[in-house]
């Protein structure tokens, strides 16, 4: 299984950026999608979910209302879209694949089986 994670880099506070994560050997449809956050010095962080079945999201409070995740299940991929950037939001974007737990909401890392490489966003002030 390998999930590869693209689209980060440095942008203006305020500004916008697009990540994008997809999926090779796993049966994509069939899982929980989540995006998952490390700033320098800090532990990684939950960012946002989307359902293997009823595309229902799920956002940590510091990212809602900017942030929409939304999965193309025939790309294989889930996205990310970043709005109102701020300073606070430079981090290694993770994107992450949990297995269906019924209508639980995963948002503790180890609920996630597999793990993208990670993806930089540095957002300037």
């Known amino acids: 299984v390998q999930l590869q994670a693209s689209g980060g880099g440095l942008v203006q506070a305020g500004g916008s950026l697009r990540l994008s994560c997809a999926a090779f050997g796993l049966t994509f449809s069939s899982y929980n999608m989540g995006w998952f956050r490390q700033a320098p010095g800090k532990e990684r962080e939950f960012v946002a979910t989307i359902n293997w079945t009823y595309d229902s999201a799920y956002y940590a409070e510091s990212v809602k209302g900017r942030f929409t995740i939304s999965r193309d299940n025939a790309k294989n991929t889930v996205y990310l879209q970043m709005n109102s950037l701020k300073p606070e939001d430079t981090a290694v974007y993770y994107c992450?694949?949990?297995?269906?737990?019924?209508?639980?909401?995963?948002?503790?890392?180890?609920?996630?089986?597999?793990w993208g490489q990670g993806t930089l966003v540095t957002v300037s002030s």
């Open positions: 992450a694949a949990a297995p269906p737990m019924g209508d639980y909401i995963a948002t503790r890392r180890y609920e996630y089986d597999y």
